[in-house]
């Protein structure tokens, strides 16, 4: 069983100072992790993923990830906040198992809002 | 990235009636189409999974006989509400896959959002 818990609803920053989105995770198999992004009436965007490989993660538009098997997250960071940053973020959980189909875990979301 | 769209982006339709959601991959070959639901401020919720020219596999809690998904083409699946009812109001999001398995990305629809009147 896999499952995906985001700590935080709602996170609000200033335009230029740090972005930390919370992820926790359970997994009863190695998992891939992700995050995508949903702006308005736009499609889901993944914005990066882990799957086994280098535990710091980069991904599009300065965003990283750390994948921290002991803490079991997959926090989501950014050094500066930019006004386009606004949306909805999901952290997601899949499990690799061999042979059969992905399935997606998603969290709950977390709206991020940037102000001037 | 591969772009996915989905027709109509809203619908509203008298209960009991039937509606059909169209999720096409528009630059590339979708071999596993999946259909989530979205409640507002939920996560989404994979409904089905579907793989060209096969019969989808539903989620459990999840009817088949009411959510009807066709995957005919590997550019091409759709989705009928039938008898839709007031609880069937919900945002749906396709999205699609060149495989089935993690190692590939599974590209998002925008949604459709249907409301049940």
């Known amino acids: 069983a896999q499952s995906v818990t985001q700590l935080d609803s709602h996170v609000s920053v200033s335009e230029g100072t740090p972005v930390l989105l919370r992820c926790n995770y359970s997994?009863?198999?190695?998992?891939?992790l992700f995050w995508y992004v949903q702006h308005p009436n736009k499609g889901l965007q993944l914005l990066l993923k882990?799957?086994?490989?280098?535990?710091l993660v980069k991904g599009i538009n300065g965003f990283e990830a750390e994948f921290k098997k002991s803490e079991t997250s997959f926090h989501l960071t950014k050094p500066s906040a930019h006004m386009s940053d606004a949306a909805e973020y999901f952290c997601?959980?899949?499990?690799?198992?061999?042979?059969?189909?992905?399935?997606?875990?998603f969290g709950t979301g977390t709206r991020l809002q940037v102000t001037l | 990235g591969a772009v996915v769209s989905q027709h109509p982006s809203r619908v509203i339709c008298k209960s009991g009636t039937s509606v059909k959601i169209e999720c096409r991959s528009l630059?590339?070959?979708?071999?596993?189409m999946f259909w989530y639901r979205q409640f507002p401020k939920q996560s989404l919720m994979l409904m089905a999974t579907?793989?060209?020219?096969?019969?989808?596999?539903?989620e459990q809690g999840v009817e088949k006989d009411k959510f009807l998904i066709n995957h005919a083409s590997l550019t091409l699946s759709t989705l009928t509400v039938t008898s839709a009812h007031p609880e069937d109001s919900s945002f749906y999001i396709c999205?699609?896959?060149?495989?089935?398995?993690?190692?590939?990305?599974?590209?998002f629809g925008p949604g459709t959002r249907l409301t049940v009147t």
């Open positions: 579907s793989n060209e020219g096969s019969k989808a596999t539903y």
């Open positions: 999205s699609g896959s060149q495989g089935a398995t993690s190692a590939y990305e599974q590209y």
């Open positions: 997994s009863s198999y190695s998992p891939s």
């Open positions: 997601v959980v899949s499990d690799q198992i061999a042979g059969t189909a992905s399935k997606l875990t």
């Open positions: 882990y799957t086994s490989a280098a535990t």
């Open positions: 630059d590339f070959q979708a071999t596993t």
